[in-house]
């Protein structure tokens, strides 16, 4: 059946901690208004910088597993000792609204999040210049502990092997070329023929004189 209303495209980006996902998305944000961000809970603690229902909803272990028993994620996993989860709400209505949704999670989540909505997903994988600089921006930081950096360094080099299973990689030498990159696609992915509903009464109209 053709689609009359258009849906929202739904951005995925993962890339291990220390890659400059999380400045990439913030300047995504501000820069295109169109995009609205996903915020996930978490069972992790709040960092110094974070605020509750900006950065994440702050929960506890309790509380995840009764919004996953109540069935409200399109996604979760546990990443690095703590739950994380994508919230039903936080995405589908707005995608429905033609809104792009943004959302930051983990090759786990992508995976499951592949497999419940096919059609409107982008997945863009960061990849750090080497492991070298990975090491530095993580030790740079200072919001983790020398135990919890180590930590995820090894979590690092295995969500790497995921890099394929993304319709996008890039290799962030540069955040600003990164982020001109990220726009780029967004901007292909909008001028797809399915994502141009009100194309064909143009057309029309086009032919009609
Ligand atoms: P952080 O604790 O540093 O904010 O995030 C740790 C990892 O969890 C990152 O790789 C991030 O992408 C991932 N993550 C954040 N939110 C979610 C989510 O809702 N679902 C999944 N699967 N991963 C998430």
Redesign the pocket.
Known sequence: MEKTKKEGILLVI????GTG??TICKKLLEYDKNVHL?V???T?KKRKNEVEGT??FFRTKKQFLNLKSENSFI???F??E?Y???LKSEVLRRLEDGIDVL????W???R?ISKAMRGNLIKIFLLPPSINELKKRLSERNSDSIKEINFRMSRAIK?IKHYDEYDYVIVNNNLDNTFQKIVKILEAERLKLSKQLYLSDFVKKLSST
Do not use: H, L, M
């Open positions: 993962s890339s291990p901690s996902k999380t996903s996930s809970v978490t992790r950065d994440y996604e979760n996993a990443v690095f703590n994380y989860g994508t959302i930051d999670i983990d786990q989540g992508t499951q969500e």
